[in-house]
Every structure is written in structure tokens, then in C-alpha cells.
Nanobody, 123 residues
Framework: QVQLVESGGGLVQAGGSLRLSCAAAGRTFSSYAMGWFRQAPGKEREFVAAISWSGGSTYYADSVKGRFTISRDNAKNTVYLQMNSLKPEDTAVYYC????????????????WGQGTQVTVSS
């Protein structure tokens, strides 16, 4: 089992920045691809960003490309999501996920999920 805990969410003004962290427990953390998803009220959970096990490949939803950056530090068992130029439409609960082997933008390929962290962007 892999336990994931997100942190770093909060309230921020439009145009501001936040960095989300996902701390993972597991001896094989470095072997997992990792992803970030988000869910706004009344909406289905959607893909935001993903990173391969080596960190060599990253993927982004069109809505966040150029503004968000995903990275990982396997030595610290941590994945990050740097969010810049935030917009009100970025408001959602952000979830960290682990365990994908391919098609990292697909929600159903992930085995483990964190509890989520709230991000609220005011206009």
C-alpha cells in the first residue's frame, strides 16, 4: 500500500501562485508514475498533470499548460505541483494519485489516491 497526503492548498487571489505537495509512504515510490487531478463542485474529476516514474516525461491538461509545473523528488518521496497565474476556474479540490503504468492522463489507471487539498482562487 502507498499512502499519499496532499498539502499546500489555500485561498489565493487571481494571478497568484501556490505550490502543492504530495508526500508518499512506500518503499517503491520511485517506481510509480504520479498524477494530479482536480474536482470542482458539480463537476467530474479531471486530469491536471502527470509525471513518469523517472521524471523524464510530463503531461498537462490544455487548461493548465504553461501555468502549472509538475515535478518529483524521489529521494524525498514527494511530488509537487507548482501553480502560477491562477484563475478562478482553477478553484477545486486537488488530488494526488499514484500507480499508473501508461496513459497517465486517464483517471482509471491510478491505484492510490490522497485525501485532497482545497484550492480557492478569488477574482
Amino acid at each position: 500500500q502507498v499512502q499519499l497526503v496532499e498539502s499546500g492548498g489555500g485561498l489565493v487571489q487571481a494571478g497568484g501562485s501556490l505550490r502543492l505537495s504530495c508526500a508518499a509512504a512506500g518503499r517503491t515510490f520511485s517506481s510509480y508514475a504520479m498524477g494530479w487531478f482536480r474536482q470542482a463542485p458539480g463537476k467530474e474529476r479531471e486530469f491536471v498533470a502527470a509525471i513518469s516514474w523517472s521524471g523524464g516525461s510530463t503531461y498537462y491538461a490544455d487548461s493548465v499548460k504553461g501555468r502549472f509545473t509538475i515535478s518529483r523528488d524521489n529521494a524525498k518521496n514527494t511530488v509537487y505541483l507548482q501553480m502560477n497565474s491562477l484563475k478562478p476556474e482553477d478553484t477545486a479540490v486537488y488530488y494526488c494519485a499514484a500507480g499508473a503504468r501508461e496513459r497517465l492522463w486517464v483517471i482509471d489507471v491510478y491505484n492510490y489516491w490522497g485525501q485532497g487539498t482545497q484550492v480557492t482562487v478569488s477574482s
